[in-house]
């Protein structure tokens, strides 16, 4: 059961196509010099919902017993949680944005785009490392 959940393709690609087109989405709002939609953030808060369900399927599997093929995996869905919760902070009204707001007033466009792109490479590479490649 949880590894049909875990693989599932909305569960599976979700994340990683998600994050792709906001990091396009936050490029082109770079390119232009203009604040990032807010349908931004919906989409972002979908694609870490998504997420969420992948990382509580892995979690649980992993508590079940059943390990990936290779260890890297486990660092590479790590990596993928640090990196969500940086998302969710950055969001407007977010504990990073309380902090950081100031510096992202004029950048925040690209710097999106930036983690949304690591984002994207870090699921990507941890979805080879559990797939065995």
Do not use: K
């Amino acid at each position: 059961m949880l590894e049909t959940l875990h693989a599932t393709p909305i569960v599976l690609y979700g994340p990683l196509l998600g994050n792709l087109l906001l990091a396009i989405v936050a490029g082109a709002y770079a390119v232009l010099r203009r604040p990032l939609p807010s349908w931004f953030w919906t989409v972002t808060l979908i694609v870490l919902g998504i997420l969420a369900v992948q990382v509580a399927a892995g979690i649980a599997m992993y508590a079940a017993g059943a390990r990936p093929r290779r260890g890297l995996h486990v660092m590479y869905a790590l990596l993928v949680v640090i990196g969500g919760v940086v998302q969710f902070g950055l969001r407007p009204g977010g504990f990073l944005r309380r902090q950081y707001g100031a510096d992202l007033t004029r950048s925040e466009a690209r710097t999106l785009g930036l983690v949304c792109l690591t984002q994207f490479a870090l699921i990507a590479r941890a979805w080879m490392t559990g797939a065995g490649r």
